[in-house]
């Protein structure tokens, strides 16, 4: 039976956290006892940490990841590594804010034998516009330096062979803010078998955005050089 890890980052998810694991967490049945959600919380200032330590009570298989850098991209990177070095099969990657649907989950774990990567793309999205067109640019600039096609880099929405992630997870310095956005990149130049399948998208179920239009702005422009550094070292 393969090993499926489940991993969300968190930060200040106070509001969210608790029914986003009950929400997830029953994908887990029917895998095998080894699969996990795993969940980093690093450097939340709520009570996200106390509920999920709460939450590890009723959840055997809830797993709290809380040695991470607190940004969402290193705690991503942290994410997989432990996955792999865990040895699971599936690496499965969404984020904890309640936007996506669990019940769509199925869809991609049922054709996973066919494909290496199935990644979610969002056609409507309930976040915003400012966000949409952000997204739209993401993709631009993918087709620019790689010149790669994709829908949606950069979807919380993720099924992956841990196999396939671990080919790429050591580019990244422990710090790297983008490594959704780089690894559909990766997944699409280097022509893994890769399939997009489009996914609902939900506006935040509580709490407030850490990352505002101005802080993606600033990232986006450090991305410009991050993807010029990338495309150096590409085959």
Request: glycine letters at 6%.
């Amino acid at each position: 039976m393969d090993i499926l890890y489940v991993v969300m980052p968190a930060y200040n998810e106070e509001a969210n956290m608790e029914n986003t694991v009950r929400a997830w967490y029953p994908i887990l049945e029917g895998k095998n006892p080894k699969s996990k959600l795993v969940i980093a919380d690093s450097g939340s200032t709520d009570r996200t940490h106390e509920v999920l330590l709460g939450l590890q009570k009723e959840y055997p298989q809830l797993e709290i990841l809380d040695n991470t850098l607190k940004q969402h991209g290193p705690k991503l990177i942290a994410l997989y590594k432990h996955s792999i070095e865990q040895r699971a099969d599936f690496i499965f990657q969404t984020d904890s804010d309640g936007q996506t649907n669990s019940a769509e989950f199925q869809a991609f774990w049922d054709v996973r034998e066919k494909k290496d990567v199935i990644l979610g793309y969002r056609t409507v999205r309930g976040d915003g516009r400012d966000r949409a067109f952000v997204e739209k640019v993401v993709c631009l600039l993918l087709r620019f330096f790689f010149g790669v096609k994709v829908p949606d880099a950069n979807a919380p929405f993720r099924l992956m062979k841990a196999s396939v992630v671990e080919k790429y997870i050591n580019r990244f310095e422990e710090d790297y803010n983008l490594p959704n956005i780089m690894l559909t990149a990766f997944f699409a130049y280097y022509e893994e078998k890769l399939e997009f399948r489009e996914i609902s998208f939900k506006p935040r179920q509580g709490g407030k955005n850490s990352i505002n239009i101005p802080k993606i702005v600033k990232i986006g422009w450090k991305a410009l050089g991050d993807f010029a550094r990338f495309k150096k070292g590409m085959k």
